[in-house]
């Protein structure tokens, strides 16, 4: 957590991956949705201001400000002139006991990966694939309905 000068926390502490290929601006957008669907943001939350991303990160303001006003965009988050930026909404997330059990589950699934030899870079991929089959099926369900209608 960050404290800034007057005192208040910010339950978010951003971190760059340079190797990932995704820009810098939505990597920030990407862990603001990641902790709102974890919980570990909730409306009302200040997100780190700008120079305080800025000092941690050694990144452009510009950069920051292009993360905070696409968070604004998709209705996550609005800016108070003066105060900073803070969390508006929440994306529609599991509730905490249903988010507890999956965890435990996807637990059990990381350890018997891991126990088959698959190293992080397979299980992401791994993930991904069956991520994009399960869109991949929905689409198709989506269009089929559709079609009956």
């Avoid at 700008?50 to 968070?71: F, G, Q």
Wanted: proline share 5%; net charge neutral; aromatic share 4%.
């Amino acid at each position: 957590m960050e404290v800034d000068k007057q005192g208040e926390l910010s339950p978010l502490e951003f971190r760059l991956d340079a190797r990932s290929g995704v820009p810098t601006y939505l990597q920030l957008v990407q862990q603001v949705e990641s902790a709102l669907r974890l919980g570990h943001l909730v409306p009302g939350d200040r997100l780190p201001k700008v120079k305080e991303v800025v000092a941690a990160l050694a990144i452009n303001p510009n950069t920051v400000l292009k993360a905070y006003r696409e968070l604004e965009l998709r209705g996550l988050a609005s800016g108070r002139r003066g105060q900073g930026t803070f969390v508006q909404a929440a994306p529609g997330i599991a509730p905490v006991v249903a988010q507890q059990a999956l965890r435990r589950r996807l637990d059990r699934w990381l350890d018997a990966a891991a126990a088959a030899g698959l190293d992080e870079a397979a299980m992401a991929a791994l993930f991904t694939s069956r991520m994009h089959e399960l869109r991949r099926r929905d689409a198709a369900g989506s269009a089929e309905a559709e079609e009956a209608s």
